[in-house]
């Protein structure tokens, strides 16, 4: 991990967003006329090419692809550092090999991970997209991080061309302008390998910005863009994607029965096909998937591992596990630990009102931070206004179902992402107009806090020369907030070149102190775990690691400790025979 000055030297980007936020907040009121000139005329400039909807959507897509491409020097591509960037590349080096998933290795036990499953094979717990994505990545650019560039780019269009079919077009290109701002260029859905975000915001928008269109013209294209949408939340967040989808069944359906524009059946059913049949494969190719992967075509990724290792349950209606018998104590830590931590009275409701009130601020954090929320000042006339009147109710469906979820990470909510654009520029535009005592003082308040996004991007993007502090270890401050994480990750991916680099094969045993943070996991392996040059295995027992060491008799064997003040690696001595 980097190390930074003490935190009170400096000063947080959370604190500058706040103070800034209210600054152009209080100007809003006491000079609602300060720049009009200016921002009328960088207004009017924006009017053609928003006019111009598809190049629009274009535009955006590529600034968000160039833009953190021309960050690369501040920001280089992210090193893998938590668990979830680990199962997920997992799934990439299996797909790029070829395979679906990979045989149990024989030593499995001293490779078990967060978020691997080992029996009955060895791969990642998660749904494939994602893996599939950076495989992707890999296979045509040479670096699974460049699929999460392309899928964050394609998430930014996408959010533009949803909100063309329900806001004006200069409002549908500000949103996906903020888009690239606040999700991007630096949150960690762009600067991780981790969850899936983009792609599940993606297919949101696809499946959003299909409705409208779809049930007023009828085109196949349409269909065609929902059926895509549709299967990027099944295979990325089904629980929430189908919270998504629900209604939206709902609208079709009454199209289809009772739609003034509906086509006629022959004409709706030759439409249909491509569609359904692109969702019926992908539930096809799915459920072989999971009967390769975890024994079964009706095991879902995540069942065997949580059940293997978790307590906890998902909604608040399932009873705990018991505790398994943990053969690792980061493992214990990490289940009996870090995941209890905050829901272990989640039944109470006292703490599930409290859980709840935290849900939400991580929601808002990440999606809005403090620069905009002065818009939903203007939430009651939105909801009483008819344009977008069916995603409200989408996001308080959204809202019932993480109710009953105990856990929330922001890209739980990633199927919404274009929603709560659309939500958040309804209330700027009912700002806009708001006069209160006949000044303008709404107008300049948007004006204001668009200006400041644009700031406050530049201020992240700059935050370590300008010794402004960033979010660090652990996850937990940075995951919630729009501004990303740092370069963790460099301890090990250095450690791991250097024995690259050594002749021979390595074995490397990985020694953890009593007080060690779980989340920072050093033992994960590629796909082809014998075939690697690189093993990294927890360090047992002595009988356990003499067993090991005979299976490995043809490679060097170094002892790792990850918590020393640098890590040390020192050679590790074979048992005599």
Known sequence: ??????????????????????????????????????????????????????????????????????????FPIPLPFVPDDFSFLLAADTFVHGRLTNPAPAMWVHFESIHITMVPTYMSMYFPSTGLLLAAGKVLFGHPWFGILIATSLMCAAI????????????????????????????????????????SALGGALVLGSLPRLTK?????????????????????????????????????????????????VTLARRAAGPVLLMIGAGAWMGYYDYRAFGSPTTLPYTVDRATYAVTPYFVWQHWRPAPVYRHQALQDFYLGNEIRGVADIHHPVALLRRTFIKTSIGFLFFAGFVLLPPLIMLRRVFLDRRIRFLVFGVLLLAAGMLIQIYLIPHYLAPFTASFYAIGLQSMRHLRVWRPEGKAAGLAMVRALVTLCVALAGVRAFAEPLHIRQAEWPP???????????????????MEISLEQQPGKQLVLVRYTPNHDPLDEWVYNSADIDGSKVIWARDMDASDNAELLRYYQDRRVWLVEPDAMPAKISPYPRPAQ
């Open 1 to 74: 991990m980097m190390a930074s000055p003490p935190p009170s030297t400096q000063l947080s980007l959370n604190l500058i967003e706040a103070c800034l936020t209210s600054i152009g907040v209080a100007l809003s009121f006491a000079a609602p006329r300060l720049g009009s000139g200016f921002f009328c005329r960088i207004e009017r400039s924006f009017l053609p090419l928003a006019r111009r909807q598809s190049l629009a959507v274009a535009v955006v897509g590529f600034s968000a692809f160039l833009l953190r491409l021309a960050l690369l020097p501040f």
């Open 160 to 199: 533009c061309w949803m909100l063309q079919a329900w806001l004006p077009p200069t409002w549908a290109l500000l949103g996906g302008m903020i888009a690239i701002l606040h999700l991007g260029l630096f949150s960690y859905w762009i600067n991780t390998y981790s969850g899936g975000g983009s792609l």
């Open 217 to 265: 013209t009828a085109k196949f294209r349409y269909g065609l863009l929902m059926a895509i949408g549709i299967v990027l939340l099944a295979t990325t967040r089904p629980y929430e994607g189908l919270l998504l989808c629900l209604p939206v069944a709902f609208v079709l359906g009454r199209w289809v029965l009772f739609g003034k524009n509906r086509p006629s059946a």
């Open 476 to 494: 937990s401050e940075w995951i919630i907030e729009w501004y990303g994480p740092g370069n963790f990750g460099g301890e090990r991916a250095r």
